[in-house]
């Protein structure tokens, strides 16, 4: 779900380097920040999954973020991670302020067995923290041949439509389902119209921004950069109401559900005047298809849809349609050959 | 989740007929169109639910397509809807070719009941028509306390992204939650940017088409009305790879998961040559607050966003934000006052 503008973030300066190298470094990073394997093994499983997929704002660049995020005590390195099934389809879990990629892929795990039992599993995590991409936690519930879903919300950093205030955060939504034979249909999205890395990219470049996906102090869309204060919601100037509406969906399952932190009161993530854990929540859905019409029904089904999506005519000139989750299988298959490219401050707080 | 255009369809020629003789005189005639004591009951529900909150596209204007449908026999008027129980969260309905009114508010109180018990409640149905309004059936579960999603697929009608083929249908997302003391928060959108009736309306005022909301039979946007052939998702020409990730979403889940058929293979509704059963799937969740942080939380959190929410001010000159479904109560109130407005042919074929 990112765009061809992500990758030129890091056309200029950038170092390559193989996943397994890259894996071990970033390990390490964890580890000497007082992580324990389990919290340093999720994490890295996460910041991988999106460095590799070319979701770079996502990836290994915030391992410095958890580094000092660790190092203040604002997360816990050691986290007694504990789940409590509420009835046969549900449970709460405490992340006990760790790193939100072990809280993450601990309930996704645990949406994932109780769906085998129950056939839907919902699980919703609090005192959590950031964690990474969405998509990491609705792929494992594919790979297990699940229907994933994953959602978090997280500080005030998008205007409500019409508003002139940030209120949601950029709210993600990601769902995978299995596909049989390739990799699995994976949506991972924003409910913001950009991730606000975006914006600085077209800052550090000079570049004008797209119409309607910032907005200045004032609420007002700015195509200057240096202009925005904040994001504007999925569906621009005048369907924004839509992208809006989504980022509540995602607090309403993420925070108001699980009783955690809404946007506008979170704590700002490492911008705190005395480390105090983030408090974020999300919410875990896993869906077996044995339980519908069936897991060969539903690959028939997945098999059916995306020949006839991947054989839709493009408009004149234009790429052949692909399906959620094409451009990312592509970009791993390149950078498991090429390397991950990194950004010069990245490579340079991991030592390469 | 509708706007002030849908109100300006009915401004010319309009009659105001109050709830009660309305909601009689579309009883009536679904009953004598041959529809049984409890698809007319659903149906009627249904259908004012939209033409109360000012979803007109999906109101009463509709009974004269289900008339036809009933009478042909490609809706079935006594329809043996069937459920079975699959896991301890889950279900499957089959929906005998009913009206889907019937089929979805079914499938919904099957999802609820469900989740009284296990937590959260699955529920697929299939051999199901049209629905009318996905809000409806997310607000039964909202009534009911619990946090309600209802989608469906339908019959291509919206180009895939950067090609020049309508591919998914309009495919909507609702999502309900209840509000301790006031109506729920509801979410009811479409994946397009905007619905098919809508262009109609653009093309009978002669007015210009907003921006990126249809395109032309070679896929490319255009703003004359009549030369639109087809809708474009949700997010316009930059990022409309989100509507229609989204709109495959409610496929995975309406017609993949169940076995019913895709939106590109589906019988047109009512244009068929001979009567043929559409063969819709939905999907529907329910969620109980009372087996996450609780209902007393979940009532105080909602409280705390919503409050927020509508404390956020303006920009400049314009008015105060909405939480979805705020415009519909409003509406609603005022419809319940004034009276609900037929268009001169529905009200010509409901006999006003």
Redesign the interface.
Known sequence: ?TTQHEEAQVTQGIVRIAPEPLAARVGQKLRDAGADQPSVEATVRALMHASLHGVDSHGVRLVGYYDGALRSGEINGHPQVTLRR?????A?LDGDDGLGHHTSYRAMEAAIEIAR??????V?A?RSSHFGAAGAYALAAAEAGM?GLATTNAESLVA??????A?HGTNPLA?A?PVAGEKP?L?D?ATS??PFNRVLLYRSLGQTL?EAIAANE???PVRDPNEAAMLMP???A??G??GA??A??A???S?????AS?D??MVSLGKGNEPKPPGLGHFF?A???A????AA??AD??R??LD??RA?????G??P?M??GDREWRVAEERRRDGIPLDPDTAHFLGF
Request: aromatic residues 8%.
């Open positions: 779900m509420t009835a046969a389809a549900t709460m039992e129950a056939g839907v599993g919902a919703g609090t229907i409500l439509f019409g508003s002139a205030q209120f769902v389902a249909w949506l999205m119209a950009i797209p004032a609420g007002l999925m569906g621009g005048d369907y109401f839509k509406a989504l509540g969906l607090t309403v399952l925070a108001i559900l699980t009783g809404l506008h009161e859905l869906i077996d298809p339980r519908f019409a069936g029904v539903m089904g997945m059916r849809y006839a999506l839709v005519p493009p408009r004149s234009g790429a349609p399906a959620p």
